[in-house]
């Protein structure tokens, strides 16, 4: 199975500050990544396609990025609707498999 | 417009079955693939069943597999989850999402496994 470490699992930022969270694959996974935001007792919304594609109606504070296994989401200039938890998922292959999660705390 | 509205949900004993529905509307059922995540209290996602779109391949991880069927009427456009022999560790929200992009989710219904 491939996992996909995430981090870090919870943090604070100011508003306007640069905000980066990162999953890790295991094993090869290409672009096959989706990112999605979480509000609490809401039901999750992509954020993120293929790794980088910014998905409809998304900000565009919002942006992903690949360096080898690692994928990273950036918030350009953090805003206060941002504070969420943000999950990845894999889908190159089954088992599908969620990092563990990050919770975006505003300071 | 997209809708996913998931029901069956409740209270049941360890050991008993839950199946639970996911009514969709606003898109070709028949032409989409459909998935299946819970999420446990204060915990992250796990992907639960994915199904394609005509019914023939069915998915689903080690800790589900024997228990859960994952299936779709398409000319209902509705899909289930037959949950089987629950486990306490199985509480958690349960939802739909189409495609393997998970584009448009349901708001969920909760499952507790408890006696």
């Known amino acids: 199975d491939i996992q996909m470490t995430q981090s870090p699992s919870s943090m604070s930022a100011s508003l306007g500050d640069r905000v980066t969270i990162t999953c890790q694959a295991s094993?090869?996974?290409?672009?096959?990544l989706i990112w999605f935001q979480q509000k609490p007792g809401k039901s999750p919304r992509p954020m993120i396609y293929?790794?980088?594609n910014l998905a409809n109606g998304v900000p565009s504070r919002f942006s992903g990025s690949r360096s080898g296994s690692d994928y990273s989401l950036t918030i350009s200039s953090l805003e206060s609707e941002d504070m969420a938890d943000y999950h990845c998922?894999?889908?190159?292959?089954?088992?599908?498999?969620f990092g563990s999660g990050t919770k975006l705390e505003i300071k | 417009e997209v809708q996913l509205v998931e029901s069956g949900g409740g209270l049941v004993q360890p050991g008993s079955p839950l199946k639970l529905s996911c009514a969709a509307s606003?898109?070709?059922?028949?032409?989409?693939?459909l998935n299946w995540i819970r999420q446990a209290p204060g915990k992250g996602l796990e992907w639960v069943a994915s199904?394609?779109?005509?019914?023939?391949?069915?998915y689903y991880p080690d800790t589900v597999k024997g228990r859960f069927v994952v299936s779709k009427d398409n000319a209902k456009n509705t899909g289930y989850l037959q949950m089987n022999n629950l486990r306490s560790e199985d509480t958690a929200m349960y939802y739909c999402?189409?495609?393997?992009?998970?584009?448009?989710w349901g708001q969920g219904v909760m499952v507790t496994v408890s006696s």
């Open positions: 999402a189409r495609r393997l992009s998970f584009d448009y």
């Open positions: 606003g898109f070709t059922f028949s032409s989409n693939w």
């Open positions: 199904i394609n779109p005509d019914g023939s391949s069915t």
């Open positions: 094993q090869d996974i290409g672009n096959n």
């Open positions: 293929y790794a980088t």
């Open positions: 998922l894999q889908y190159k292959q089954y088992p599908l498999t």
